[in-house]
């Protein structure tokens, strides 16, 4: 069984920068993911990774401003948010799968097994 636990959100103005971080235990994670549901929209998915082999895929929104990462040793992964937009508000979901996980499937809900409890980031 896999527990994650997410850190890092809050309040920043336009333009400024956060890192989220997905604190997991349990074994076997193939994919670990991030996704959003700002108010009143449907959750979507905004980066990926392949924990082993290390293949990313990001939301056109993000690319170029969230790159995703990981760390197996501890093992976590994480989203460092940069040039932040109002846009961006939304709580952030931490997700893992078990299963490798492939293209076009990667931004899918029902793909990821696991999910964290969210944290809260605000843009203004």
């Known amino acids: 069984h896999v527990q994650l636990v997410e850190s890092g959100g809050g309040s920043v103005q336009a333009g400024g920068s956060l890192t989220l971080s997905c604190a997991a235990s349990g074994y076997g994670r193939y994919c670990m993911g991030w996704f959003r549901q700002a108010l009143g929209k449907e959750r979507e998915g905004v980066a990926t990774?392949?924990?082993?082999?290390?293949?990313?895929y990001y939301a056109d929104s993000v690319k170029g401003r969230f790159p995703i990462s990981h760390d197996n040793a501890k093992p976590a992964a994480y989203l460092q948010m940069n040039n932040l937009q109002p846009e961006d508000t939304a709580m952030y979901y931490c997700a893992a799968s078990n299963l490798v996980v492939h293209d076009p499937n990667v931004f899918r809900g029902p793909s990821y097994r696991f999910w964290g409890q969210g944290t809260q980031v605000t843009v203004s």
């Open positions: 990774i392949q924990t082993r082999g290390g293949n990313t």
